[in-house]
C-alpha cells in the first residue's frame, strides 16, 4: 500500500512539474475527478488547467485534451473565463456523467456546473463557462492583514491579495467599503495617534524591495 502510495506521489510531482513551466510561481493545487475509463485532472495555480488523462497517455504529455489546457488566462485573453487569478483549492461532486466544480481563489468563489462540456477550451476567442458565487454568498475576499483605529471602532482598514485596500467609516452601520489601493497589497496600519495617517505595503516590484506607503487622508485615500 504504501509503495502505491509512493507511486502516485511521484506522477503526481511529474505533472505538477510539467505545469509549474507553464503556471509560473504559486502554490498548486489539483483535483483528479473519475471519468469513466478516464481522469479529468484539474489544476490550479495562477490560472486553472484542465488535462484528460487516459491508460494510453497518462502523464499529460500528449496533445488536445491530453495537454494542459489554460481554461482562463488570467493575464492574456481573460474573456475565456472572467475569472479571478490565483486558485487556492479545488472540489468537486461528479454524478450521472456530470462534474460540478467548485474553485476557491483570491477574489472568492466560483462554480462550474459541469466540467465535461463547460469546460473544454484553452483557445482565445472561445469560452469556458464559469459562474461567480461571490454576488450571493458575500464578499469572499482574502484579507492580508486588518487594522482597526484606535479611537474610532467605525474605521477598518485592510490588505488584500490582488483587490486592493478596501475601507470603511462605518463598520457597525453600513456595508459599504471604498478601495483606497489597488492591486496586490499587504500588512496595514493606523497610527493609535492620528486616526488620519495610514499606512500600507504592497509587494516587491522590478524597481524596489518592499514598498511602504503613507496617505495622510484616512478614509478619502483613493486610487
Known sequence: M???????????????????????????????????????????????????????????????????????????????????????????????GVELLYFANDGGIYRALDGVTGLTTGTCGLSNSFDSLNATLGPMTQFVSVSESASDPNLIFGGTQDNGAPATAFAQSSATWVNVNAGDDGITAV?????????????????????????????????
Open 2 to 96: 504504501e509503495s502505491d502510495r509512493r507511486f502516485r506521489n511521484y506522477k503526481l510531482r511529474r505533472f505538477f512539474r510539467r505545469l509549474r513551466d507553464r503556471a509560473g510561481y504559486l502554490q498548486l493545487d489539483a483535483c483528479a475527478v473519475p471519468a469513466g475509463t478516464t481522469t479529468h485532472l484539474y489544476a490550479g495555480a495562477v490560472n486553472i488547467y484542465k488535462c484528460v488523462i487516459t491508460n494510453a497517455s497518462p502523464s499529460c504529455a500528449g496533445s488536445g485534451n491530453n495537454t494542459f489546457l489554460n481554461l482562463t488566462h488570467v493575464y492574456g485573453c481573460s474573456d475565456i473565463a472572467k475569472i479571478q487569478p490565483d486558485q487556492h483549492a479545488i472540489d468537486f461532486l461528479a454524478a450521472n
Open 191 to 223: 497610527n493609535p495617534a492620528n486616526p488620519n495617517e495610514w499606512f500600507v505595503t504592497t509587494p516587491p516590484d522590478s524597481g524596489s524591495g518592499l514598498n511602504l506607503f503613507r496617505c495622510a487622508n484616512g478614509i478619502t485615500c483613493r486610487t
